[in-house]
């Protein structure tokens, strides 16, 4: 047989992967065999150790090849050329849940990682590693609190630092129950409004900055 080129073989790793996500989506991941894998990608079992070392690497590699798209959001968060960070924290998380409602792959990687696994055994470590994005999260919404307070446009006597811990406890509340809900739901339909009040409560100026509810994204 022919050794396949570079090209082959990614075009053979990203079959398994996408053929993980969905196994894992329909099955839950302790209910998915390698085997069943294998048959969704169309390879045989030796090609998936081929390119992964277990379950756990190949999950590794589902999330890593699906979280990509959060990079624009950080981005955003870090922004120095957006003038109020309390802006750019807005802006951050209206882009992390327009792309979950827009982009398929990411929002089932993010039900897979959520609702349809166990950390046990072979994932414990995995509870670490799909947690760190969270970490990193927190440390930028501190640095941006921060710098919303040297500006002045943090409200007076808000503590950046509990503010941040208050807004990732607040994202990760709305995430799990718009991971929860359904397309139509009226949470889901409410994101945009919550998010903007949200950090109008923080601002300066916030007494005459809270946006009336309005629906959808």
């Not at 047989?1 to 992967?17: L, N, S």
Request: glycine residues 4%; aromatic residues 8%; neutral net charge.
């Amino acid at each position: 047989m022919a050794k396949k080129t570079k090209a082959e073989a990614e075009q053979t790793r990203q079959q398994i992967i996408s053929a993980a996500r969905c196994v894992f989506h329909e099955c839950g991941v302790s209910r998915t065999s390698l085997e069943k894998i294998a048959r969704v990608a169309g390879v045989t079992r030796g090609a998936i150790y081929w390119h992964f070392e277990n379950k756990a690497s190949l999950f590794y590699a589902m999330h890593d090849d699906s979280v990509k798209g959060l990079n624009q959001a950080n981005d955003v968060l870090s922004s120095l050329e957006i003038p109020n960070p309390l802006d750019a924290i807005e802006q951050s998380l209206l882009e992390f849940f327009t792309l979950l409602e827009t982009n398929t792959l990411v929002r089932q990687t993010f039900e897979i990682m959520s609702l349809r696994c166990e950390y046990v055994d072979e994932f414990a470590p995995v509870l670490l590693e799909v947690n760190k994005p969270c970490l990193d999260f927190l440390a930028k919404l501190k640095t941006a609190y921060q710098r919303a307070e040297d500006k002045g446009t943090l409200r007076a006597h808000l503590d950046p630092i509990a503010m941040a811990y208050d807004t990732l406890s607040f994202t990760t509340g709305l995430f799990n129950n718009w991971l929860a809900g359904a397309a139509g739901d009226d949470l889901r339909l409410q994101v945009r409004a919550m998010i903007g009040t949200h950090i109008a409560l923080r601002r300066r100026d916030y007494s005459v900055s809270i946006p009336r509810q309005s629906r959808g994204l």
